[in-house]
Nanobody
Framework: QLQLVESGGGLVQPGGSLRLSCAYS??????IGWFRQAPGKEREGVSC????????LYGDSVKGRFTISRDNAKNAVYLQMNSLMPEDTAVYYC?????????????????WGQGTQVTVSS
């Protein structure tokens, strides 16, 4: 069973940056996504990257601020988050899709990590 572990979360001031990492336990050529869930809200898609890394997608709220990348040699995916805002506060999850292509529909994903907390506050 594929396992995923997120890291890199923490407390950051508005306007700051964080880089999240997602390490997965086995080689995969499937798309990988980042999702987040804020208190009292539904989980939403943040970004995804295709299996070969050639295609990326971003949610409207993070476009231009977040960048996703993957290193298949290291079994890792990263989410660089810049210009963070308080509304970015959430638990961030990475997940592996059942498709090679990218999409932010959670139903496309069958393996999930435990999440890492990101808090943006002054």
């Amino acid at each position: 069973q594929l396992q995923l572990v997120e890291s890199g979360g923490g407390l950051v001031q508005p306007g700051g940056s964080l880089r999240l990492s997602c390490a997965y336990s086995a080689i995969t050529n499937y798309a990988i996504g980042w999702f987040r869930q804020a208190p009292g809200k539904e989980r939403e898609g943040v970004s995804c990257i295709s299996g070969n890394g050639g295609r990326t997608l971003y949610g409207d709220s993070v476009k231009g601020r977040f960048t996703i990348s993957r290193d298949n040699a290291k079994n890792a995916v990263y989410l660089q988050m810049n210009s963070l805002m308080p509304e970015d506060t959430a638990v961030y999850y990475c997940a592996v899709s059942t498709y090679y292509t990218c999409g932010l529909d959670q139903r496309r994903y069958n393996y999930w990590g435990q999440g890492t907390q990101v808090t943006v506050s002054s």
